[in-house]
T-cell receptor, first 116, second 116 residues
Framework: GAVVSQHPSRVICKSGTSVKIECRSLDFQATTMFWYRQFPKKSLMLMATSNEGSKATYEQGVEKDKFLINHASLTLSTLTVTSAHPEDSSFYIC????????????FGDGTRLSIL | AQSVTQLDSQVPVFEEAPVELRCNYSSSVSVYLFWYVQYPNQGLQLLLKYLSGSTLVKGINGFEAEFNKSQTSFHLRKPSVHISDTAEYFCAVSFPFTGGGNKLTFGTGTQLKVEL
């Protein structure tokens, strides 16, 4: 149980393109989803927290107009990297958590984004 | 300030030997503690968690961890490792009673390399 599916697993695109990444909880309802960015050989950096039906809460230093997050249902959240540039290239990982705060986060397999 | 420290960036160990991966945290309030494993180009998989109760927690793949409140530690152990345990291990802490949506704070990770 507690499976989170993230799609696509890899994206290569030209500079200026917008890229959408989907995160789905397959067998549970995720009231809260999280988006992380991971640089090579580094830890995970939380970008934003989203609750179903609400606006996402962004961490300090994360551009909300650059990284658009939508959490329209209890099983789906999307991250759109708008007008991507090479410096946006990274490994993006989502996680999902069921209702109560002591439940662990369950992670997707990540998306490798490469901007040429 | 609340923080998580994994002092060892890399831990080499021979197959079938025991291993301990260290994690210390800084907090004056109660915490929830987690260990996650990450294989190359994948997301994170939950190994085990401590919320309350018994301080010795058993997880998947033969791993266990012990919560030590006085030393603010949550070290991960396995009595006999396998080649397949080679991966990056992250300690994570959430501070459930401080507001902020119960976010996870990750350590910098420990690369466990199991050798023949």
């Amino acid at each position: 149980g507690a499976v989170v599916s993230q799609h696509p697993s890899r994206v290569i695109c030209k500079s200026g393109t917008s890229v959408k990444i989907e995160c789905r909880s397959l067998d549970f309802q995720a009231t809260t989803m999280f988006w992380y960015r991971q640089f090579p050989k580094k830890s995970l950096m939380l970008m934003a927290t989203s609750n179903e039906g609400s606006k996402a809460t962004y961490e300090q230093g994360v551009e909300k107009d650059k990284f658009l997050i939508n959490h329209a249902s209890l099983t789906l959240s999307t991250l759109t990297v708008t007008s991507a540039h090479p410096e946006d290239s990274s490994f993006y990982i989502c996680s999902a958590r069921a209702g109560v705060s002591n439940q662990p986060q369950h992670f997707g397999d990540g998306t490798r984004l490469s901007i040429l | 300030a609340q923080s998580v420290t994994q002092l060892d960036s890399q831990v080499p160990v021979f197959e079938e030997a025991p291993v301990e991966l260290r994690c210390n945290y800084s907090s004056s309030v109660s915490v929830y503690l987690f260990w996650y494993v990450q294989y190359p180009n994948q997301g994170l998989q939950l190994l085990l968690k401590y919320l309350s109760g018994s301080t010795l927690v058993k997880g998947i793949n033969g791993f266990e961890a012990e919560f030590n409140k006085s030393q603010t530690s949550f070290h991960l152990r396995k009595p006999s490792v396998h080649i397949s345990d080679t991966a990056e291990y992250f300690c994570a802490v959430s501070f459930p009673f401080t507001g902020g949506g119960n976010k996870l704070t990750f350590g910098t990770g420990t690369q466990l390399k199991v050798e023949l």
